[in-house]
T-cell receptor, first 116, second 109 residues
Framework: NAGVMQNPRHLVRRRGQEARLRCSPM?????VYWYRQLPEEGLKFMVY????????ESGMPKERFSAEFPKEGPSILRIQQVVRGDSAAYFC??????????????FGPGTRLTVT | EDQVTQSPEALRLQEGESSSLNCSYT??????LFWYRQDPGKGPEFLFT???AGEEKEKERLKATLTKKESFLHITAPKPEDSATYLC??????????FGKGTMLLVSP
């Protein structure tokens, strides 16, 4: 399966713990995006990365949230000291880079985070 | 600020009853307008990209059109398997995707 992969699919954390969400982009894609989807709300952009570089983090909360896309391995979205309001579905998407072809984003199946 | 408004929020159709979903947008320099389909508990599935006013794209029973202010997703003779939430998103140049809240479509047999 050459699609976008995310793990874990479901994650339960107690308040104050850390959550780590992983995303492997579609084969051939070098750009990764993270979105959050809350019930009754649309998908909200969080951060846009390419390998070893954050391009745009304007949608990321200033505290407790961080993201990386290392040279080797998956992209990781990290949430420290989780609170109940962090409970949501987190989606990763990937695309080709500028000038490489069609730039539509393809989404993974998501990670559903529940904070108890 | 880029904005996307989708209507209706929910739509119930009988199998074979054609209809249209609307996506109104404001964006500072449209790079592309995207339609996605999302099934419950799954990630959005890419359907179409539209780049300029007047453009149309088709896939099976779906047809997407674009004007300078809105896009329509026309569903011809829908089947129950077309039931899903349909998402519209816009992208400005040097920007990321802005999504609408979606239209939840239910097609009854």
């Amino acid at each position: 399966n050459a699609g976008v992969m995310q793990n874990p699919r479901h994650l339960v954390r107690r308040r104050g713990q850390e959550a780590r969400l992983r995303c492997s982009p579609m084969k051939g894609h070098s750009h990764v995006y993270w979105y959050r989807q809350l019930p009754e709300e649309g998908l909200k952009f969080m951060v846009y990365l390419q390998k070893e570089n954050i391009i745009d983090e304007s949608g990321m909360p200033k505290e407790r949230f961080s993201a990386e896309f290392p040279k080797e391995g998956p992209s990781i979205l990290r949430i420290q000291q989780v609170v109940r309001g962090d409970s949501a579905a987190y989606f990763c998407a990937s695309s080709l880079g500028p000038g490489q072809g069609p730039y539509e984003q393809y989404f993974g199946p998501g990670t559903r985070l529940t904070v108890t | 600020e880029d904005q996307v408004t989708q209507s209706p929020e929910a739509l119930r159709l009988q199998e074979g009853e054609s209809s249209s979903l609307n996506c109104s947008y404001t964006v500072s320099g449209l790079r592309g307008l995207f339609w996605y389909r999302q099934d419950p508990g799954k990630g959005p599935e890419f359907l179409f990209t539209l780049y300029s006013a007047g453009e149309e794209k088709e896939k099976e029973r779906l047809k997407a059109t674009l004007t300078k202010k809105e896009s329509f997703l026309h569903i011809t003779a829908p089947k129950p398997e077309d039931s899903a939430t349909y998402l519209c998103a816009v992208q400005a140049y040097y920007s990321t995707l802005t999504f609408g809240k979606g239209t939840m479509l239910l097609v009854s047999p």
